[in-house]
């Protein structure tokens, strides 16, 4: 006896659990398998880019905090090279180690926070989640000391950053340095050996490195599925020739890769930030001659850089004004979403969940 | 052998459980107080208060008494309630001007008492709606004399909106305790915190007035 079953639409999102933000998923699915799949966005749609054609330079770096809200540095970093491109503005090295330092804890804080919610959302409801926050508070804190916010840091300025860094930020660093690779190890043996989490991921939603180049992935999704491209290593900017670091790439590329690989980043990124405390001297950290309104010749600039979930650009153009005639922003985790129906169609409506965390989206970023 | 990798998982969360989870959890903002938070209060002895004040030590060791406590903060902390000096303040309106989202409304009165000096002008409004601030502190950056700052508190709960908007008066009687953000020479002191002590007007500037190359190099492109 066959059972006859119709195909059923369902809605993922926007309000639901496992959504990261407001996002939609609209699901076609034969009985627990789905066939189809349509991401819908837009429910956090602020016009960002149309904000920036009338704002001045600088002030465009506080509507980049709010773009991928749990990365404000990285964001800030894209934005001020971008209009140093465009400027021709000269950077003090002791601003661009510090930068490095800041944008690498970044990347530990967002890869923390990309880490716990893959978990939550496989049903490890809080503990793994929220030792992933105690680190990130750590990192928040060090924020906090340097520029006054934890969010939404408004650090960098075209030309350097803000103001040089206090006694007590390299001091509480310093401790950092020493206590993050026991914690990172720590929350490996929770979950790297953990049973449930490898029967839920082995195999998941595998990228093969020809579907990933096609869609122009980038980040830690590019590198699960054994390219390896790093915009630090193919097109060093800042300082990070003279840095000594692996770029680690995964095996198969499936759910269970883009977690290691995430892992195996932070660590990484500690030995960068702590090459960069070695190397760093004293010195300016802004360059004086850059004024607070700035009038850019005409032209326009691209510069990538790689954030914590991929190669995130600005391209700004300038009619030599005050402020850019346009101002683009190629958002990483909009352009890695793309995937998102050849991962999981033809698997398990519980799959979904998992692949869609592993991808790493923020909504600030898609939307923007 | 299959589950090994549970238990492990389960070991790692027990010792969290019994050793690091007091140490890791601020208590805010209140937290249960002690015979010795309370004799502390009280600068006494705790065994002279206890003997002196049976019932309130019965209460605080069944818990039932609670103190408010302060959250660590670092003084380049952006808070609310800015600290803005009259006498430093020149009513130019670069605050107004760089402030993204023109939150800033200045009204000056050219008929002010230091008008005949060309030294500042009367500021009859100084409105600021921290409503809709994001507290970006680019006014702060921007302020050429060194008049506005930072303020160091955050706890400025409203019932209405139009409460959310600092006027002038707000301003002048506001406890002047300026956060450091963007203040190096307020950092180079050695004992300045701004949750302790408020500063005075003509200590907290880098100069008297700024001279006119400090205000090309700070809006003009060369």
Redesign the interface.
């Given at each position: 006896m066959s059972l006859n079953s119709e195909l059923v639409t369902i809605n993922f999102g926007p309000q639901h659990p496992s959504m990261h933000g407001v996002f939609r998923l609209r699901v076609t699915l034969d009985g627990e398998t789905i066939v189809d799949l349509e991401p819908v966005f837009g429910y956090l749609h602020r016009g960002t880019e149309k904000l920036a054609e009338e704002?001045?330079y600088?002030?465009i770096?506080?509507?980049t905090?709010r773009l991928d809200y749990v990365a404000s540095m990285s964001n800030n970093l894209a934005y001020v090279s971008a209009v140093e491109k465009l400027c021709n503005i000269e950077v003090p090295k002791r601003a661009s180690y510090i930068r490095v330092i800041v944008a690498e804890l970044q990347r530990i804080a967002s890869h923390l926070m990309a880490t716990g919610f893959l978990l939550n959302d496989l049903g490890a409801f809080g503990?793994p989640l929220m030792?992933c926050f105690?680190e990130r508070e750590k990192i928040l804190?060090l924020f906090?000391?340097?520029?006054?916010?934890r969010i939404?840091l408004?650090y960098m300025r075209p030309g350097g950053i803000?103001?040089?860094t206090?006694q007590?930020f390299w001091d509480d660093l310093e401790l950092f340095l020493e206590s993050m690779p026991n914690q990172i190890d720590?929350l490996e043996?929770?979950?790297?050996?953990?049973?449930?989490v490898?029967s839920r991921t082995r195999d998941v939603g595998i990228l093969t490195p020809e579907q990933v180049i096609d869609a122009s992935l980038s980040g830690p999704m590019l590198r699960a599925s054994s390219v390896k491209w790093d915009l630090r290593k193919a097109n060093p900017y800042e300082i990070y020739d003279e840095i000594d670091f692996d770029v680690p790439i995964g095996a198969t590329g499936d759910t269970f890769d883009r977690y290691l690989i995430r892992i195996k980043e932070m660590r990484e990124s500690l030995k960068i930030i702590t090459q960069c405390i070695n190397l760093i001297k004293p010195g300016p950290v802004r360059n004086?001659?850059?004024?607070?309104?700035?009038?850019a010749p005409e032209g326009e600039a691209y510069v990538g850089i790689e954030g914590p979930k991929g190669e995130l650009g600005f391209y700004l153009v300038s009619d030599g004004g005050i402020s850019p005639y346009r101002c683009k922003i190629r958002a990483p985790s909009f352009i890695n979403l793309t995937l998102l129906k050849e991962m999981t169609a033809g698997g398990k409506i519980g799959d979904l969940i998992v692949n869609f965390g592993s991808i790493d989206i923020v909504l600030g970023e898609v939307d923007r | 052998m299959y589950g090994l990798g549970l238990i492990k998982g389960l070991g790692i969360t027990l010792k969290n459980i019994l050793f690091l989870q007091r140490r890791n959890t601020t208590q805010y903002p209140d937290r249960k107080a002690s015979i010795i938070d309370l004799a502390k209060l009280d600068n006494k002895n705790f065994i002279s208060y206890a003997f002196t004040n049976p019932m309130k030590t019965l209460k605080s060791m069944m818990g039932m008494i609670v103190i408010s406590d302060k959250v660590d903060q670092h003084p380049r902390f952006r808070g609310e309630e800015f600290s803005w000096y009259e006498e430093r303040c020149t009513g130019c309106a670069s605050c107004a001007k760089f402030c993204p989202l023109g939150i800033i409304k200045i009204v000056t009165d050219q008929t002010g008492k230091n008008y005949a000096e060309g030294q500042n002008y009367d500021i009859e409004t100084f409105d600021i709606d921290i409503g809709r601030c994001m507290f970006c502190g680019l006014c702060v950056e921007a302020c050429p004399y060194d008049a506005l700052h930072m303020g160091s508190g955050f706890e400025e709960g409203q019932y209405k909106r139009n409460d959310l908007v600092i006027d002038v008066e707000r301003l002048k009687k506001a406890e002047k305790k300026p956060s450091t953000w963007f203040r190096p020479q307020l950092e180079q002191k050695d004992d300045y915190s701004p949750f302790d002590e408020e500063i005075a007007w003509d200590k907290v500037g880098r100069h008297q007035k700024p001279s006119k190359k400090d205000l090309k190099n700070k809006w003009i492109r060369k």
């Open positions: 704002r001045t600088v002030q770096v506080t509507l905090d503990t030792y105690r804190d906090e000391i340097l520029c006054g916010a939404t408004s803000f103001q040089d206090p007590e720590e043996s929770l979950i790297t050996g953990n049973e449930i490898l004086e001659d850059v004024p607070l309104i700035i009038r | -």
